[in-house]
């Protein structure tokens, strides 16, 4: 006998959307199990961006993804309590080679939208309340159709959708194994007891290798702290479209309550550059290392000053989470090759809560019917990669392409207001940096540049 016809292992933004969908299909007995709360870990600590990204701005992203991001803001547009602000996604440049590298790619790509328009520093400035100073810009492209929601609220009204459903949501429920029958997956173990299920779904992010191993798998998942700074009220209005500025280490800002919340790559680091565990403890769902923080206001604070000379930059807060990315930035979606009836959806390469509804829509179809005739899933099957050529979540860090292909002038580049690990891109530099392959090869590790900081800050004191 089952408990539940569907169990899905994780309340963030996919394991909800994915309850939502296969509840609006009829599947039977669906229930959500989280070791905290819904957003209580990494898809609470997101930015909330939500746009139209492979329109330009990550060559990895395709026309697969840009159905999933089409679906997924007409899906917020509609969710109640999501704090969702249909203000548009504005690219900035600050340098002529940020122009040309990164931001003239939104405005001519293939995807682009037809209202899709190019703005003077004079109109950025006006777009934006005055916050961002005309002189400190060269010039930006809007997507007006883009929005931004709380990824909190979102994940938390995605929840009270599968509970006014008839889903049921059991919090602080700590999956600790599978269930299994020879071939078969036929449950779960949790620390209340086992739960029996016909189908198992792991959606739990930076946790899924760890309960992947009951089934014989290991996914190629490299986890990243991410940091997110909220500062203080400052008359920031609440008609101010979302920023990246890509040509500022992947500087990324919105509103936020009268505030500012934002952050760049100077905030990230992969899990092996961490000197230490990626949380305190087993129970916590989110990290907190303050080294990261220290670092992100010593190396943007004066750029992000410039920038906005009129408001507010400090911390009111910080928080942090741990997006997993994967060797090609592509989801993981589908079956568990030789596991039947487990599913998983994981490798959100922090834009999980922009294709959070697209992807729960098509798992919940793969799920149901067995495919999709809307996107094909197959792009994201698991078993795309070979497992021994990921030994590590270095490996993993090795194979990860460029944010940017090399544009006409021969130069590849990195940059997104998505957090994508700028540690580990090779094409990635500062604005004003080493060349690319120098950057590569002697850019010192986190820890190293932490303790370099440290230092200095002993001696000037």
Not at 145 to 151: D, E, H, L, N, R
Request: proline share 7%; with cysteine; net charge positive.
């Amino acid at each position: 006998m089952t408990d539940v016809d569907v169990l899905i292992v994780g309340a963030g933004v996919l394991g909800t959307s994915l309850a939502c969908h296969l509840l609006d299909r009829d599947v039977g007995r669906v229930m959500v199990l989280d070791a905290a709360t819904p957003a209580a870990a990494t898809s609470g600590a997101g930015a909330g961006f939500v746009g139209l990204w492979a329109a330009g701005y990550a060559h990895f992203l395709t026309a697969a993804e840009l159905e999933l991001e089409r679906y997924s803001i007409g899906y917020y547009r509609e969710l109640p309590n999501a704090d969702c602000l249909a203000n548009g996604n504005l690219f900035l440049a600050t340098t002529q080679d940020g122009w040309d590298r990164w931001v003239a790619t939104v405005a001519r790509h293939p995807f682009a939208p037809p209202d899709t328009r190019q703005l003077t520093p004079t109109e950025v400035a006006a777009i934006t309340g005055g916050v961002v100073a005309a002189g400190s810009v060269l010039g930006g492209v809007l997507h007006p159709g883009g929005i931004q929601v709380s990824a909190g609220r979102a994940t938390r009204a995605l929840g009270a959708r599968v509970i006014d459903a008839g889903g049921l949501l059991a919090e602080r429920t700590r999956v600790t194994g599978l269930l299994s029958s020879g071939s078969r997956v036929t449950g779960v173990r949790t620390d209340v007891g086992p739960i029996r299920a016909q189908t198992v779904v792991l959606a739990c992010g930076a946790w899924t290798n760890g309960l992947l191993g009951d089934a014989g798998w290991r996914l190629p998942l490299l986890r990243m702290v991410a940091t997110r700074v909220v500062s203080p009220p400052s008359a920031v209005p609440g008609t101010m479209p979302t920023i990246m500025v890509p040509d500022r280490y992947g500087l990324w800002l919105r509103a936020h309550r009268s505030g500012l919340t934002w952050g760049n790559g100077d905030g990230y680091a992969p899990s092996f550059e961490l000197g230490g565990p990626v949380f305190d403890s087993a129970g916590e769902p989110r990290p907190r290392h303050t080294a990261l923080l220290d670092r992100l206001l010593a190396r943007l604070g004066p750029d992000l000053r410039r920038l906005i000379p009129g408001h507010d930059t400090s911390v009111g807060w910080w928080l942090q989470g741990v997006p997993v990315m994967t060797p090609d930035r592509t989801f993981l979606a589908g079956p568990v090759p030789g596991a039947d009836r487990l599913y998983v959806i994981a490798g959100d390469n922090e834009v999980g809560v922009t294709h959070g509804p697209g992807l729960g829509r098509l798992m919940a179809e793969v799920i149901h019917a067995g495919g999709s005739d809307w996107v094909d899933v197959s792009r994201y099957r698991l078993d795309r990669f070979e497992p021994s050529a990921f030994p590590d979540e270095k490996a993993v860090a090795a194979a990860m392409p460029a944010r940017r292909l090399p544009d006409g002038h021969g130069r590849t580049g990195e940059g997104t207001p998505l957090g994508v690990p700028s540690l580990l891109a090779s094409t990635f530099t500062r604005a004003g940096g080493r060349s690319p392959s120098r950057c590569r090869r002697s850019r010192p590790t986190t820890r190293e540049r932490y303790r370099r900081a440290a230092a200095r800050r002993c001696r000037s004191g």
